[in-house]
């Protein structure tokens, strides 16, 4: 009989364990079951609006103190944040221009919702693994927690500000061939850097050398 290698299984059983999973298969068994919020008892509605409430500033709160970004990091996040921006802008276009009959607040949510900020939930199991990883020096880590979590925290102010700004905007910003001209100009942003120093390093080698030859 086939069996699981002993960190495949100590992996399988951490995510079983973590939390997050056992409340997202604790609800779905109850909608399942066609139980609802208004199917709990009164005093269990309390705990679960209340503990839904605080969530998100105890996760704001730990992020806030534990992200630590350097620049190379915030170069690395910033080009991940527009390029993935941009063509999300790009198919959110294409979307429109295939579907032009939606109503403007749906046409709006088309466009906002692919830029929402990145889930707190990949992190978790990240967590789990580097914990099963322990601290080994000499093997490398399949996950870095900390370029994570910094990729994380700063997901919340670019997707903020982007939406808000979509939303200002309004309907123009609907338009397919807007959504197109801006999603190119982000990914241009994001791919040009890159490109560039590609570019400059060869040549700026070349001239080191030929300094050390002279």
């Known amino acids: 009989m086939y069996q699981l290698p002993p960190k495949v299984k100590d992996l399988l059983l951490t995510l079983i364990r973590e939390p997050v999973n056992l409340v997202i298969v604790v609800a779905m068994i109850c909608l399942g079951m066609g139980w609802q919020m208004q199917s709990l008892p009164a005093f269990l509605q309390d705990v679960v ?83 099963l990883e322990g601290d080994k020096t000499g093997s490398p880590k399949i996950f870095n927690p900390g370029l994570a979590l910094n990729f994380i925290a700063l997901s919340l102010p670019f997707s903020t500000l982007l ?16 959504l197109g001209l801006a999603g190119l100009i982000m990914v241009t942003l994001a791919l040009l850097p890159p490109l560039l120093r590609r570019v400059r390093l060869p040549k700026m080698e070349k001239e080191v050398e030929m300094m050390v030859e002279n």
């Open 49 to 131: 609006l209340k503990i839904g409430a605080i969530m998100t500033p105890l996760v704001l709160l730990f992020i806030g103190i534990s992200v630590q970004p350097r620049w190379s990091e915030l170069r690395l996040i910033g080009g991940i944040f527009f390029l993935r921006a941009g063509l999300t802008l790009v198919i959110s276009g294409i979307f429109l221009s295939l579907v032009p009959n939606l109503s403007p607040a749906a046409a709006i949510l088309a466009v906002v919702f692919p830029q929402s900020a990145v889930s707190f939930w990949p992190f978790a199991h990240i967590a789990a693994v580097h914990t």
């Open 163 to 178: 939406i808000l700004s979509i939303c200002t905007i309004g309907v123009p910003a609907t338009r397919p061939i807007t």
